[in-house]
């Protein structure tokens, strides 16, 4: 039931592709990093929300949604012929299907993959009870309390992407983790792939923008991965719904470049309830649905087997002033019916948003949007988990204090999952014949055992009894966290990279920079 | 499954003891209050944490450190005696019982039953899938921005039982909800018991701290509700157990009092795993369901059918600096477990600590550990939710801002436990009809029917756009949230009493007063 195609072995994109030996080439890229972290599995039930008629209504509503409504695809007309061909109602740019048409279209996308890392030991799974968090996403801004909010710029990118390489409980580098707005528009892609291949080895995402920017990231992933990404998923593509229910252009025919490459493509509807889509829940996850199914059948079309991931995002409205709501008790709600839903599919997938918030600091309204939205997504069982780290102001802003305050509750979050082990050792029987009532367990023999792994622990450091706390400057957690991340940037150390691989990747870059005419706007 | 004995009605107290028109002798005591506000119903699934395997694994644990190591009554004969006859193995202070044997006496505690209100419009349900959330409770403490933090007085005593009256998310006034320092030890109850029935009408707990002091509780208690309290709960008593494995005489004898006048007793192990217990979880959780049943056996051999709730609380220790952690993932596992345990149990279940921490201020840290320990509580099922407002510095300090802080965030929690309703109003199919591909959706006719009500609406003022709150000067949540609690004890009325009433109240507590040596220490 928690994934139907579990039993399945994980089919590394479609059978008839797979090599053998493919591990020799991409050891030879991969960087000495920090050793091998083993990426976390859910060992605890997900939470099931809604009931199996809940579920059955929404799933009859997606399908409404594309057999009456139907989606556009505008300006695409591969797509178009396509969808044609495999046997939609084409009209002009609407494309409508008949009830379980597209959810038999995407039948061939597989349930689990592996999404590899330049350094094998970083490659995680994707499906069934993996989890895979990574940080914010799309930025134009950055915040630290030495310096404030600001424009982020590369050096932030960067940054952004040696602390999420830096830490144990993040195994994704993201994509745009923040925009570094310094560089021309249509060529800072090729800085920000280059981050994320060069400072880093773990699974990344590619530029969706413009056709030649998927083309320019692929380009720059088969320079280090060579023929083995023909057949396996080493680049990541996130593909941004225009909500409600048109795809533009642009990013189907990111969808196609990207399928095509046989790599992974995530479908992100991203319905803000009451603008996008009805301002019902119930309405919004079905239009998720709808809309996601879509662009992984588009997928399957262009290459049968390629791997998705089916994601969504949603805010809620204070529908008093208008502002958008992050971690709402709504949205979180959402949040859990989809990965039942995605299950029923039989894809990964993406929960709403990990930390996502609308405070503009790292303060007690921030964690608390940020900590519940979280739970509710792991709990749910969603498999990849974005915005993990560092969202602020609704994703305006990239915080460095708020990064590694998520990153403290993303390390819980994993603790929690892991559950309990219910046995003999943690019975722990032999510490009630040494300890009886009334009497300490500080010294038990069982507790001088486990102390040092029972509790999770936190990295950042604590407030400290009051007084302490008082001498010391009040200092709020955010003030407490400044400290952190320049530590971590101060010892940070790039992953080793092939001399060769890596010129090739600053020589592809160079030329492009010297033949493409800067552009500062879209 | 949920609730074993959910199929019977309400037991309200044992049946015998049931009276026609209770009703008329309440509604005459009846304050005016804010109206009637509905108590919470979760309508959404409990997250079972654990499997079969694991439940049974921890019951039979209980079932052998009952059996083998068994829980000391010290000090008091009654207990021992009410033990011996009951057929357990009693030696000195020392208790043992034969496998099953203690959860056979609980058997005859009720799974659901009222707690009633002065208003009968405040009583509560407890147990089944009824939540009924509380204050912190037994703070030296309190802060707010404007004063700083000083020792808790009676005045705060009275705004803190006024701000939860006033809410609409809090459903029982709580107990100590701070300590009123100012008055004598052994005389500061009967303020406290005053300031529930009189500011508030809604249910609140009684003094557990001398036996003396329980009896004055209990008698101020009947000249509220007089006869009607024989056969209904009016006052709720917090049993502590002196974990590991001991009940102290005051805290059996007052548990022996108040089950022998027929009112709720809910026993509260607080266990800090590695001090008053083994390191491991699993051993704290089924430590605490063996001390738990205990004391519900003893309220069940002194009165059976005496309405009681299995509490629970949980701390964890940073192993590293020997500091207590609230809201840690591994307590909210315990409180994840021992939800279910209760269920199996049968009787309603206190959380092991709602919005918990052990933060100085209401910053990040404050309410990620907060919010996060109350979203594990009450998707666990738990009935009654303790320290669900106003919590800090692990229970040292009640904070004002904090307050009215968690108070919101308990607002999204009895959002969330409504759940999604799926029908065709909230499929809003008319809403696609009237607004396709790439519309608006704000102005259609289904958004406007619903904006009102469809999101959670907080009662806080909104952080706003970032360039606003930069003007504002940057104020963080905690400081927003200064203004609400102020505006809050501004607009209280107290609700209407009968005169005769207040003045029996102030009557038996001018006696007390007068008749009884002040003391200081205990």
Redesign the interface.
């Known amino acids: 039931m928690l994934n139907q195609k579990s039993d399945l072995p994980p089919p590394e994109l479609s059978r008839k592709s797979r090599r053998k030996g493919r591990m020799a080439r991409i050891a030879v890229h991969a960087g000495s990093g920090r050793g091998n972290m083993p990426q976390a599995l859910r060992r605890?039930?997900a939470?099931?929300?809604?009931d199996e008629?809940?579920l059955t209504?929404?799933e009859e509503?997606a399908d409404?949604?594309l057999s009456?409504?139907?989606?556009?695809f505008r300006g695409d007309d591969t797509a178009l012929a396509l969808f044609r061909e495999a046997g939609a109602t084409v009209q002009g740019a609407?494309v409508r299907f008949d009830p379980g048409h597209v959810r038999a279209l995407c039948a061939t996308a597989p349930a689990t993959y592996r999404l590899h890392g330049r350094d094998p030991a970083r490659s995680v799974m994707l499906g069934g009870d993996h989890v895979v968090l990574m940080p914010g996403y799309g930025s134009p801004f950055v915040t630290d309390l030495d310096r404030g909010?600001r424009y982020a710029s590369l050096e932030d990118f960067r940054n952004f992407v040696k602390l999420t390489y830096l830490s144990p409980w993040l195994n994704h580098s993201g994509g745009t983790v923040c925009e570094p707005l310094e560089l021309p528009v249509n060529l800072r892609h090729l800085d920000m792939v280059y981050a994320h291949l060069r400072y880093s080895t773990q699974p990344f995402m590619g530029s969706v923008t413009a056709p030649e920017r998927a083309r320019d990231s692929l380009d720059m992933a088969r320079i280090v991965f060579g023929g083995f990404m023909d057949s396996h998923a080493v680049i990541q593509a996130n593909i941004n719904v225009?909500s409600?229910?048109?795809y533009d252009g642009t990013m189907s025919g990111a969808l196609r470049a990207y399928a095509a490459a046989g790599q992974s493509v995530a479908i992100s509807p991203a319905i803000f309830?009451?603008?996008?889509?009805?301002?019902?829940?119930?309405?919004v996850?079905?239009q998720t649905l709808a809309e996601g199914m879509v662009g992984i059948a588009l997928t399957q079309l262009v290459r049968p087997g390629c791997p998705v991931v089916l994601g969504s995002f949603h805010s809620?409205?204070?529908?008093?002033?208008g502002?958008l709501?992050f971690g709402?008790?709504?949205a979180?709600?959402s949040t859990m019916?989809l990965s039942q839903l995605g299950r029923r599919l039989g894809v990964p997938v993406r929960s709403g948003g990990g930390q996502i918030t609308?405070?503009?600091?790292?303060?007690?309204?921030?964690?608390?949007e940020?900590?519940?939205a979280m739970?509710?997504a792991i709990?749910s069982g969603a498999n990849q988990i974005w915005h993990a780290a560092g969202w602020l102001?609704g994703g305006?802003?990239m915080g460095y204090e708020k990064f590694v305050?998520d990153l403290d509750?993303c390390g819980?979050?994993l603790?929690?999952i892991e559950?309990?082990?219910?046995?003999d050792?943690?019975?722990?029987?032999e510490?009630?014949?040494e300890?009886?009532?009334?009497?300490?367990?500080?010294s038990?023999r069982?507790?001088l055992r486990?102390?040092?792994q029972?509790?999770?622990?936190?990295a950042l450091p604590?407030?400290?009894p009051?007084e302490t706390?008082?001498e010391q400057g009040?200092r709020?957690?955010?003030q407490r966290a400044n400290a952190r991340w320049k530590a971590m940037l101060a010892a940070y150390e790039a992953p080793a990279i092939d001399p060769g691989v890596d010129e090739a990747l600053r020589d592809f870059i160079d030329r492009k920079k010297a033949s493409t005419p800067e552009r500062w706007h879209e």
């Open positions: 605890i039930p939470y099931a929300l809604l008629e809940s209504a929404l509503q409404w949604i009456r409504i139907g989606v556009e609407r909010r225009n409600p229910l048109v309830g009451g603008a996008m889509g009805p301002v019902s829940q119930p309405a996850i079905a809620t409205m204070n529908l008093k002033s502002a709501t709402s008790p709504e979180n709600l019916a609308a405070a503009n600091a790292a303060d007690g309204q921030a964690m608390q940020s900590s519940t739970l509710s709990l102001e305006l802003t305050m509750h819980m979050v603790r929690l559950g309990l082990v219910v046995d050792e943690s019975l722990a029987r510490a009630y014949l300890c009886g009532p009334g009497e300490n367990f500080l038990a069982h507790t486990h102390f040092e029972a509790n999770y622990i936190s604590e407030a400290g009051y706390w008082l009040s709020t957690a955010e």
